[in-house]
């Protein structure tokens, strides 16, 4: 009982990491566009860019981890 108790934690934690992750994405995704209508300057747009690509990747390592928990806690349960 209580180890289904923990991989049903495991699951919903997952999920939940997962989708952080993806509306880091999504929130990614809107700064660069705008970024892209606004900037003007070639410096500056690249700035905004690599900045964002950092972000980019922090979403989609917390959204893969999240889903490696769901995977591992259907598994196990």
């Not at 180890?3 to 993806?22: F, P, Y």
């Not at 929130?27 to 705008?34: D, E, G, I, K, T």
Request: glycine share 8%.
């Amino acid at each position: 009982m209580q180890w289904e108790r923990i991989m049903e934690w495991l699951i919903w934690t997952g999920a939940v990491i997962s989708v952080i992750g993806l509306v880091g994405i999504v929130v990614c995704a809107v700064q660069v566009a705008r970024a892209r209508a606004r900037e003007k300057d070639e410096a500056a747009l690249r700035a905004r860019l690599q900045r964002a690509v950092a972000i980019n990747m922090a979403a989609l390592l917390l959204s893969m981890l999240g889903l490696g928990m769901v995977v591992v806690g259907a598994i196990l349960s």
